[in-house]
C-alpha cells in the first residue's frame, strides 16, 4: 500500500472488467477516488464501483466513448462534477481485432486505431490540461502491451496503435517533466483477463501460450494493477517515459531460454 495515495482521485478508462476493473480494485484498497469508465458495459461498471467501495474507496460510474474527444471531455466533466479534481488518469481502455492484415479493412483499421491510440492521446491531453491549469503535478500511466516491441500478424493494427503508446509516452514524459507531471506506461503480457477466456479454455491454447513466458504461467491483472499503482505513487517520483513490461519475461525471448540458438 502506498500512503500518498489516500484521498487522491483517479480516471481509470475502460474499467469496467479485466485490467481496468482490477486497477480500479487496487486503488479502492489504496483508499482512493475511483472514475470508473465504461462505454457499454454499465452493469460491469456498476461491480466496479461495489468492488472499490468495498475496499475502502469511493468511486463513480461514467459512460464515455474515449474514441470521441467530445466524450473524453464529458469523462473529464463527470469526473469533477463528483470529486472535484483529478489527481491520476489511466488510459486503459483498448480494443483487438484478429483478421489478416491483406483482409484489414480501413474501418477495421481506423476502429482500433481510433480507441488505443487516439483516444489515449485525448485522455492523455485533457488529464495534462487539467494539471497546468491548476499548477499542479499530476501522473498519467498508459496501457502498452509487450506488442509495443513483439511484432503479433493478423493484430498489425493492435501492435501499431501500443508501438505508438510506447512512443507517445517518451513524448509526453519528455515535454511536462519539467512541469512535474510523470508519464508512464505498463505493458502486460499474457493475463488471466475476460478477452482470453474463451482461449484459455482450451488446454492446447493455453499450454502454447504459456511456453511464451519464461515464468512458466498466465499473469493475473493484479500484477498490472500493482505497477499501475506503484507508477502512481510518490514511490516511484523520479520515474517517468518508462514502459514498465509486466509479462513473465515474454519480451526476453524466450526460445533462447535454455541456451538454444
Known sequence: MFDDLRGKTAVVTGSSKGLGA?????????????????????????????????????????QADVSKPECVDALYD?????FGGIDIWVNNAGIE??????????????????????????????????????????????????HEIIPWPHFADYAASKAGVGMLTKTLALEYADRGIRVNAVAPGAMNTP?????????????????????????????VSAAVAWLASEQAKYVTGVTLYVDGGMTLYPGFQHGDG
Open 22 to 62: 482490477a486497477i480500479a480494485r487496487r486503488f479502492g484498497a489504496e483508499g482512493m477516488n475511483v472514475v470508473a469508465n465504461y462505454r457499454t458495459d454499465e452493469e460491469g461498471a456498476r461491480e466496479t464501483v461495489r468492488a472499490v467501495e468495498e475496499a475502502g474507496g469511493a468511486a463513480a460510474a461514467v
Open 78 to 82: 463527470a469526473a469533477m462534477f463528483s
Open 97 to 146: 481485432v484478429g483478421t489478416p492484415s491483406d483482409q484489414k479493412s480501413i474501418e477495421e483499421w481506423k476502429k482500433v486505431i481510433d480507441v488505443n491510440l487516439t483516444g489515449l492521446f485525448a485522455g492523455s491531453q485533457r488529464a495534462i490540461q487539467h494539471f497546468l491549469e491548476r499548477d499542479m503535478p499530476g501522473v498519467i500511466v498508459n496501457l502498452s502491451s509487450v
Open 195 to 223: 478477452i482470453n477466456a474463451k482461449k484459455f479454455a482450451d488446454p492446447a491454447a493455453l499450454e502454447s501460450t504459456v511456453k511464451l513466458v519464461p515464468m512458466g504461467r498466465i499473469g493475473d491483472p493484479e500484477d
